[in-house]
């Protein structure tokens, strides 16, 4: 199983980003997929969640400006972020939620920053 994550960069606030993670060796339509972010010092806390039949699930900070969808056919799962905030910077991790402890991609910086 590999996620590969893409997408993340340096944006002043206010901007968006779009993140992808592209699934191979694991069908996403089939499994929860996840975004997890770590900010430098802290604890990596889940962003939002998407189960196999599409239902939804956001942290509270990023509730009405982030975004997680799919598109099973690319088997590749998005993190749409709008209005970004300086708090919001930190790496972006993708999870499969399979097995035991699941499957981590490698993670897209992204830096919210004037």
């Known amino acids: 199983v590999q996620l590969q994550a893409s997408g993340g960069g340096l944006v002043q606030p206010g901007g968006s980003l779009r993140l992808s993670c592209a699934a191979s060796g694991i069908r996403i339509g089939s499994n929860a997929m996840g975004w997890y972010r770590q900010a430098p010092g802290k604890q990596r806390e889940v962003v939002a969640t998407?189960?196999?039949?599409?239902?939804?699930t956001y942290l509270n900070s990023v509730k009405g400006r982030f975004t997680i969808s799919r598109d099973i056919a690319k088997n590749t799962v998005y993190l749409q972020m709008n209005s970004l905030k300086p708090e919001d910077t930190a790496v972006y991790y993708c999870k499969a939620f399979n097995g035991a402890a699941g499957y981590w991609g490698q993670g897209t910086l992204v830096t919210v920053s004037s």
């Open positions: 998407i189960t196999s039949i599409g239902t939804t």
